[in-house]
């Protein structure tokens, strides 16, 4: 059984920055397709920043330029620069096949199989 375990929320002003970690037992499963999802009261859950098998990186275009994906023990995700439209629960998601299925696949939440039970991160303007 693969379980996701993020860290790392927390409240902020906007312009600063915080990093999330994600932990994946077994460990195995950083090597496969990754990916931070996040979702606000009300809204639908979006892709934020993915990483697939090979190590190629993807991101939402609100992002981009503020965050970074990265992946060594952990799947992190270092977020620069956070406004408050970037407040919501942020999900860390593994999947053995999407990335390679999909280019969209941030778009493609509903095909990810393993979620981590997600983190609040909120930013107060």
């Known amino acids: 059984q693969v379980q996701l375990v993020e860290s790392g929320g927390g409240s902020v002003q906007a312009g600063g920055s915080l990093r999330l970690s994600c932990a994946a037992s077994?460990?195995?499963?950083?090597?496969?397709?990754m990916a931070w999802f996040r979702q606000a009261p009300g809204k639908e859950r979006e892709g934020v920043a993915g990483?697939?098998?090979?190590g190629n990186l993807a991101y939402a275009d609100s992002v981009k330029g503020r965050f970074t994906i990265s992946r060594d023990n952990t799947l992190n995700l270092q977020m620069n620069s956070l406004k408050p439209e970037d407040s919501g629960t942020y999900y860390c998601?593994?999947?053995?096949?999407?990335?390679?299925?999909?280019?969209?696949?941030?778009?493609?939440?509903?095909?990810?199989?393993?979620w981590g039970q997600g983190t609040q991160v909120t930013v107060s303007s």
């Open positions: 998601a593994a999947d053995r096949v999407v990335c390679e299925e999909y280019s969209d696949y941030l778009n493609r939440h509903t095909d990810f199989r393993y």
């Open positions: 990483i697939d098998t090979r």
């Open positions: 077994p460990s195995t499963y950083l090597r496969y397709c």
